[in-house]
Nanobody
Framework: VQLVESGGGLVQAGGSLRLSCAASESGFKVYAMGWIRQAPGKERQLVAAISSGNSTYYADSVKGRFTISRDNAKNTLYLQMNSLKPEDTAMYYC???????????????????WGQGTQVTVSS
């Protein structure tokens, strides 16, 4: 499956952005999906994930601020990011996992297909 992210950009602290990820195939609906970010000099971090049954996972650092959702009819994954902080600055990747238990995979290495990423920059 091919994944294409969009929606990144520059925003002030406290602002919002909505990331989208378009998948190339209707098989999208059976994949667990995740948003993974990487800042310069830091390790990759899974920030949010959603199973095919819409069970969700959030990293503690984004709980209450980010919301992951999916529209299987449009083969699209979303990440609504509110109350953004400078520490949210990173490249954000959409990823799909063939491992699709009831609870979505919470390790970034469990994701098999990745998009090219979209940059999110939060200024203070």
């Amino acid at each position: 499956v091919q994944l294409v992210e969009s929606g990144g950009g520059l925003v002030q602290a406290g602002g919002s952005l909505r990331l989208s990820c378009a998948a190339s195939e209707s098989g999208f609906k059976v994949y667990a999906m995740g948003w993974i970010r990487q800042a310069p000099g830091k390790e990759r971090q899974l920030v949010a994930a959603i199973s095919s049954g819409n069970s969700t996972y959030y990293a503690d650092s984004v709980k209450g601020r980010f919301t992951i959702s999916r529209d299987n009819a449009k083969n699209t994954l979303y990440l609504q990011m509110n109350s953004l902080k400078p520490e949210d600055t990173a490249m954000y990747y959409c990823a799909a996992s063939r491992r699709n238990p009831i609870v979505p995979p919470t390790a970034h290495w469990d994701y098999d297909y990745w998009g090219q990423g979209t940059q999110v920059t939060v200024s203070s």
